[in-house]
């Protein structure tokens, strides 16, 4: 991908109040040039259901001190949403749930809730980490005021988000999930089945934001997943269709350039996560200890396997969902789609969205 250098459209602007707000995302002011184009607008209408109902559920990760974010968030789900579809929610958290959470979390939903916790295989420190490197690694990257530097939790919950939450036992028996946090917003109406849309037309990953990583955080993160294509050139995607190019701005394809989903907000495929490919790449990963030594987002780590073993095809911009996570706003500008949506498109990050159909740029 070309970095599109000299073509920042009005968002650095827009975006030096919000990067005033965020600790944990670099935002990077390229934007896209106009181009024409229609955005393909999803309807009921739009696709055949292969079941009727998908096998999904929404996956949320959670403290017992999120209980009002988090009821925020459901509700706003429910009101937007599931109160029509009614997808189960899976709940999970490394400490027990007390009993109120647990009531008061459930009381917002007619759909089923499960609660679940995840045992130290999960969540804590592998025995091939060691732990006064992760320690030395920490105090490195505090000292570049990176965002989370010292935070163990924040890494386990890394981790756990990069090769876990698909395999939980609660999570195991579905085919389809939506990430939930607490404390986000959705704005539009959302009058289909998403998960059915996913199914039917075999979408493996969905998103609403994408921008640009702290560089610090993953110093060694590229070299590593290069050792791995080394190792599986058979699982790279190739040709017109594949995502690849949106990893790189030098013609060579040698260098990340940092582009990632935005992970809090994710609708995908759990059998895609729980395939040979996926667990290998995880796998592989995780034995270098770069979610302790350095610390490498969740986010990145899902971003480069969809870009590297998946299609255009197998990926959707969900431009109408509109979404905010703190700092950033996703929503949508196209009138036949902001008609449906209490958000303000104006102050949507990367605004000209639309073209992202194609994805060609991380803003
Ligand atoms: N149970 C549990 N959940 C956590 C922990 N840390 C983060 N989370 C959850 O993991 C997700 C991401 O954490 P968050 O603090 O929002 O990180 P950010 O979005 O990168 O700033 C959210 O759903 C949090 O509720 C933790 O230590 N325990
Ligand atoms: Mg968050």
Known sequence: MATLAGS?????????????????????????????????????????PKTGKANAAFIILARNSNQAGLL???????????????????????QPFTDEFMQVISSVTKAQVKFGTIDHSM???????????????????????????????????????????FRHPLTMEYDY?????????????????????MEAKDVKYGWTLSLTDYPSTLETFWP???????????????????????????????????CHFWSNFEIGSLKWLRSEQYVSYFDHLDKSGGFFYERWGDAPV????????????????????????PPLTHCPSEPQLQAKCA????VSFGMYSSHRNAITNCV
């Open 224 to 258: 590593t997943v290069q050792k791995w294509i080394s190792k599986h050139p058979e699982w790279m995607t190739s040709g017109k269709s594949s995502l690849r190019p949106w990893l790189h701005d030098d013609d060579k394809m040698e260098k990340y350039n940092l």
């Open 123 to 165: 969540w804590g420190y592998p025995q091939w980490i060691d732990q006064e490197k992760a320690a030395k690694g920490r105090k490195a990257l505090e000292e570049k005021k990176a965002p989370y530097a010292s935070s163990e939790s924040y890494r386990h919950m890394c981790r756990f988000q990069s090769g876990f939450f």
């Open 177 to 197: 999930y939506w990430r939930i946090e607490p404390d986000v917003n959705f704005y539009c109406n959302i009058d289909y089945d998403v998960f059915a849309f």
């Open 302 to 325: 899902h971003s480069v396997a969809v870009a590297l073993m998946l299609n255009e095809s197998d990926v959707h911009f969900f431009n109408d969902i509109g979404y905010y996570h």
């Open 8 to 48: 920042v459209i009005g968002s650095a602007a827009e975006h030096a109040d919000q990067k005033a707000h965020t600790p944990h995302v670099e935002l990077r002011a390229t934007s896209m040039p106009s181009q024409s184009g229609s955005i393909k607008v999803h309807t009921k209408k739009d696709f055949v």
């Open 343 to 346: 958000c303000n498109a104006s």
């Open 72 to 94: 925020s968030s459901m509700q706003q789900n429910e009101d937007k949403f599931n109160s029509n579809y009614n997808y189960p929610y899976v709940i999970l958290n490394d």
